[in-house]
């Protein structure tokens, strides 16, 4: 991803006190010793150093501000600091693994269709709405799903794509908003037309 | 009074009930401290170091319930390393062997064996009450021992603590002839729980009015709990994951109707927010509402609920609710006496409120007094207006997530801001700030905040003048720590008596030496001043001209701590 060399990975490393007069984000400096002589905030380069690490949606544009957006911008302040912000750790924890099992984990369903031979697995994270997730499909097992609309299903076509919901119910992809089916949704399974008839029933 | 009986005297002091009454009381004469302190119950201890379990056994031989607090504030923010101490092993076993009749044990940064639990469970025959907030050490063995043994317990409450999960087993060891529970918080637990048992133990017990249930406790689940505990007065909903159209969720809007006494809701671990508006029935006699561990709730969901809470006094929720729902907050919640705001992204430094959701508050929440609030920015003329608003702050507490940005507009530090705060409220009891702040701010602190008992001071101020306004002016400060500030010695050193009136002080990262250090500890034999130094980069012979990078001291009658680990130096 394009912010991996923004990263500065030796800048993110996390120390006791501010990053001090450091300017160049390729000094690495030793724990500790050093960080006790350099805690103490310099005013004028401190305040320039924290607003270039302010986040890109600062609402105050200040001179500062303006300046920072040119320059890269390191991990913030608050991101390399022990203790800071001071929230209690069970707290980082609980929202640290869910960010990552949010953003990281994905959301993996199996994928079956009538008549292959085996399964897929997609994850329904990477897509942005239904759209994109037909054209994957579509492309995927080499069908076309036809037209989508609430009172007709797809129209038009010889699959139809469904999910079984978290309730099992097997439901007709598409109905539900795109937030509402990716939470919800535990299998897909394109079903030949002929079958599709009967949804609603038990499978 | 020297003529009355002691039945009658220690008839009139059962109506003192706070400690620090009941405190004033023994101080009156001999005849009033034998009776006030053989017939007090419940005893607080600050600092579980200031004092030895025997000599609190000796003076309160009816002692019933008690309160113990660990680790310095700072270890919850990982300042402290991991085996710094506080354990509570030492109290437990004094108060078994001399037969004492404890019922209720609060216990908070502790750390507590599951050895210990299985110790209580055995030891104390009306033991009624456990509750464990931010501790450490035990499993959900312990919790087994206690459900099995303690045959009247009234209370377990697991707050924020870090439990090694060995799986549900714990839930089924309640037996069945135990039916008199009345709380039950098991929220903290991260491993799934028998539900069939947790589904049984709430239907057998009556007087159940209060359930913080676990993420693994499902919605199905919840409602099958909710139709047998309909007079639940708090609620901790566990996972809140559904399709809003299925059947269990039109159960569960059938169980929350019966649900008429919920005053108090948290949870949503993990959460659906279309499905949010089966709460909406519960939110006019909600007083309490904790969304803080709820992320998945936020924009026009989180929105539409706030504004059917019109009775909130307690409020405890994530930043993305923005500066736009703190406004809803404020003109909904007109009975607000407290909100905290946590980042929801500590991680990225991307805090959605700003100083418009905080003035708004206090121009809508007229009983506002209590707020922690983690925000992007701050602006002097927003502090002002705070202060001007809400003179009846008793806890202010504000950490702009990079600790030492300046004004937002102007760029000056906060100085100001803070200024005013302190000189409007003047019943402000706990303080801490955050953001650019010179040695003036600690001037106006010590000129105005005379009742201030905890203040907490990262990044700030420029001279030991700084500490030292604040060491001569606060006459009511209790508790004081200080992390990443240019103070040093002629501070620390300039009232070594002032430290006996406090509970603690801490100090990390500041300029305070070795030398300075001893010299405080040679002066004080009260004090127990430890240096925590945990990448050993001093050693004994180290010089005394060395920085300390982390002190802690409080006042103690227990002498230094036979338990410190190697790397903390009592001087």
């Not at chain 1, 089916?181 to 029933?201: H, P, Q, T, W």
């Amino acid at each position: 991803m394009e912010f991996a060399r923004d990263l500065h990975l030796d800048a993110t490393e996390l120390r006791l006190g501010l990053p001090g007069s450091a300017t160049k984000h390729s000094e690495k400096q030793t724990p500790n010793s050093n960080l006790a002589k350099s805690n103490k905030r310099s005013l004028p380069d401190m305040n320039e150093e924290s607003a270039g690490s302010s986040r890109e949606n600062s609402r105050t544009v200040s001179s500062n501000d303006k300046k920072s957006h040119d320059q890269e911008t390191a991990p913030p302040i608050e991101a390399q600091v022990v203790g800071w912000p001071p929230i209690r750790s069970y707290r980082k924890n609980c929202l640290q693994a869910k960010k990552l099992e949010a953003e990281a984990a994905g959301i993996y369903v199996k994928v079956s269709m009538d008549g292959a031979p085996y399964l897929r697995k997609i994850d329904l994270k990477v897509y942005k709405g239904y759209p994109e997730l037909l054209k994957a499909l579509e492309e995927m097992f080499k069908f076309k799903a036809g037209k989508y609309s609430e009172r007709e299903g797809y129209n038009g076509s010889e699959h139809v794509p469904t999910y079984e919901d978290k309730d099992g119910d097997w439901m007709l992809v598409g109905d539900v908003p795109w937030d509402m089916f990716i939470n919800s949704c535990k299998r897909l399974r394109i079903m030949k037309e002929s079958e599709a008839r009967g949804l609603g029933c038990a499978v | 009074m020297n003529y009355f009986p002691d039945e009658v005297l220690e008839h009139i002091f059962d109506f003192v009930t706070s400690q620090r009454d009941r405190n004033s009381v023994s101080q009156v004469c001999k005849p009033w401290y034998k009776i006030e302190s053989s017939s007090r119950q419940k005893v607080f201890v600050g600092n579980c170091y200031a004092i030895s379990p025997e000599r609190v056994i000796e003076r309160f031989p009816g002692l019933k319930s008690i309160t113990l607090k660990g680790k310095p504030h700072f270890a919850d923010f990982n300042l402290v390393p991991h085996d710094w101490g506080g354990f509570v092993h030492p109290w437990i076993d004094a108060f078994a062997r001399n037969n004492m009749g404890l019922e209720e044990l609060k216990l908070k940064r502790m750390v507590i064996s599951d050895d210990s639990l299985e110790l209580i469970s055995r030891s104390f025959a009306n033991f009624k009450s456990l509750v464990l907030v931010s501790c450490e050490g035990f499993s959900t063995d312990g919790l087994a021992a206690i459900a099995s043994n303690c045959s009247f317990l009234r209370e377990l409450d697991l707050q924020e603590n870090d439990v090694e999960d060995h799986r549900g087993h714990w839930l089924s060891c309640f037996p069945d002839t135990c039916t008199s529970l009345v709380s039950l918080n098991f929220a903290c637990l991260k491993g799934d729980v028998n539900l069939a048992a947790l589904v049984r133990l709430v239907a057998r017990s009556p007087n159940l009015r209060s359930l913080r249930l676990n993420h693994a406790v499902p919605l199905d689940i919840l409602q099958k709990i909710l139709m047998r505990a309909p007079h639940l007065v708090d609620l901790g909903v566990g996972s809140y994951v559904h399709d809003p159209d299925s059947e269990t969720y039109n159960k569960l809007v059938t169980a929350l109707r019966k649900c008429k006494s919920v005053k108090s809701l948290s949870g949503f671990l993990e959460a659906a927010p279309q499905c949010l508006p089966a709460f909406h029935l519960i939110c006019p006699n909600l007083t309490s509402l904790n969304l803080s561990y709820a992320p998945g709730i936020h924009g026009t969901e989180l929105r539409k609920l706030i504004r059917h809470c019109r009775k909130l006094q307690r409020l405890w929720i994530l930043d993305c609710i923005g500066d736009e729902g703190l406004e809803v907050v404020a003109a909904t919640c007109k009975d607000l006496q407290e909100i905290r705001v946590f980042p929801s992204d500590p991680f990225v430094g991307n805090a959605a409120v700003t100083e418009v959701g905080l003035v708004a508050l206090s121009s809508g929440c007229p009983k506002l007094h209590s707020i922690l609030y983690f925000c992007q920015q701050m602006t002097n003329a927003a502090l002002i207006t705070v202060a001007k608003n809400s003179p009846n702050f008793t806890r202010f507490r504000l950490c702009i997530l990079d600790p030492t940005k300046p004004d937002a507009v102007t760029n000056q530090p906060l100085d100001e801001g803070f200024g005013a705060i302190v000189q409007s409220c003047k019943g402000l009891r706990r303080l801490s700030m955050s953001g650019l702040l010179t040695d003036q701010v600690f001037l106006y602190i010590g000129m105005y905040a005379e009742q201030l008992e905890m203040i907490s001071i990262a990044f700030a101020g420029d001279t030991d003048k700084g500490m030292q306004y604040l060491l001569n002016g606060c006459k009511k400060l209790r508790k004081l720590e200080i992390r990443d500030c240019p103070f040093g010695n002629a501070a620390l050193l300039m009232d070594v008596g002032k430290y006996e009136t406090m509970r603690s002080l801490w100090m990390s990262s500041c300029n305070v030496t070795l030398g300075g250090c001893k010299s405080l500890a040679k002066k004080m034999p009260m004090l127990n001043v430890e240096i925590i130094n945990e990448t050993d980069q001093m050693d004994i012979s180290a010089d005394d001209e060395q920085k300390v990078e982390k002190m802690f001291l409080y006042r103690t009658l227990a002498g230094r701590r036979k338990d410190a680990p190697e790397f903390v130096w009592t001087l």
